[in-house]
T-cell receptor, first 115, second 120 residues
Framework: KQEVTQIPAALSVPEGENLVLNCSFTDSAIYNLQWFRQDPGKGLTSLLLIQSSQREQTSGRLNASLDKSSGRSTLYIAASQPGDSATYLC??????????????FGKGTKLTVNP | GAVVSQHPSRVICKSGTSVKIECRSL??????MFWYRQFPKQSLMLMAT?????????EQGVEKDKFLINHASLTLSTLTVTSAHPEDSSFYIC????????????????FGPGTRLTVL
């Protein structure tokens, strides 16, 4: 059974700092891994999706890496801003074909960027 | 592109009533939609997978007679919580899967803004 763990559960940093969020998964057989952002009481915004054959994806100040063999992914946020404050969720999807489309989520890391 | 909406965003109801939540893909067709539930400080948990024109597939432990799912068109899926009780109070989020030719990465799921259900 696939399990996703995110460490730390909460993180507080001063504005401008670079930071790394960690995600680990128990079964390395995945189709892709996705990072989401969730603001309080809101839905999920997809940030980055990494296919199993890829090692990283970048979007603006965000960079996500994937080491499938070790079951790890990191989300790097450069020059953090107060607007980055949110909960960041990591989710993995089982491989195709025949695999479920079910995304397995971690509990998230709650990030607070202080001005 | 790839916008998913949910209605209502918040609902409060009395115990024993039924509540319907709509999930719409606004700018793409979604043959498959997913319904998740999120309790406070917990992960999102998949409840069911909804395929257009066919019966939904429920995850283990989810009562299909209590959580009725209808996916009548390529842009609309509905979740009805029947005879709601306080323990059904939660945040319900839907997602829609993008197929070939759609926005985003193939097979990527885009999420709606969620519906907060409170059962008194």
């Amino acid at each position: 059974k696939q399990e996703v763990t995110q460490i730390p559960a909460a993180l507080s940093v001063p504005e401008g700092e670079n930071l790394v969020l960690n995600c680990s998964f128990t079964d390395s057989a995945i189709y892709n891994l996705q990072w989401f952002r969730q603001d309080p009481g809101k839905g999920l915004t997809s940030l980055l999706l990494i296919q199993s054959s890829q090692r990283e994806q970048t979007s603006g100040r965000l960079n996500a890496s994937l080491d499938k063999s070790s079951g790890r992914s990191t989300l790097y946020i450069a020059a953090s801003q107060p607007g980055d404050s949110a909960t960041y969720l990591c989710a993995v999807r089982p491989p195709l074909p025949g695999g479920s489309e079910k995304l397995v989520f971690g509990k998230g890391t709650k990030l607070t960027v202080n001005p | 592109g790839a916008v998913v909406s949910q209605h209502p965003s918040r609902v409060i109801c009395k115990s024993g009533t039924s509540v319907k939540i709509e999930c719409r893909s606004l700018d793409f067709q979604a043959t498959t939609m997913f319904w998740y539930r999120q309790f406070p400080k917990q992960s999102l948990m998949l409840m069911a997978t909804s395929n257009e024109g066919s019966k939904a597939t429920y995850e283990q432990g989810v009562e299909k007679d209590k959580f009725l799912i209808n996916h009548a068109s390529l842009t609309l899926s509905t979740l009805t919580v029947t005879s709601a009780h306080p323990e059904d109070s939660s945040f319900y989020i839907c997602s829609a899967r993008v197929g070939a030719g759609g926005p985003g990465a193939y097979n990527e799921q885009f999420f709606g803004p969620g519906t907060r259900l409170t059962v008194l």
